[in-house]
């Protein structure tokens, strides 16, 4: 039995498809580079909720809370998130009267875009005025609550 020959749009249409596989690997980052940036997104999702929450609690308190499960025995939050990864809890510390410190390990710096350009989306702003950009490794960011008479 003899093999047909390869006709010349088969191979074209081949090459063709090959060459848009690794133009969209470029042009997306690679499968793990894509879900390591949207786990980067979810921890700044997280510390952004947090760190709304502990102003709301502030609000109320005029204090901050000690922990994180103070915020659920609050009723700021149902539950204290967790880093979507490894289902570890972010850090929170006291820092004084008004400061506090949350700290997160992100797999990627917040620079890190799809297409080299623009920073990820959720390196600066993500719901309040606190810029989230990071780096790669434990970033930690020292936050004030709002004053009082500040809205």
Partial sequence: MTKAPISTAGAAATVAAVLVVIAGLLTLGMPSRARA?????????DL????RSIDVYWGKHAALPPTLDSLVAARQLDRVPLDPQNNTAYTYLVSGERSYRLCATFAQPSDTSVDGNQGNRFEVFAGNSHSWRHGAGESCFDLTPPAKDAK
């Fill in 48 to 51: 952004s909720q947090l760190s």
């Fill in 37 to 45: 940036r949207r786990l980067d997104g979810l921890r700044v999702d």
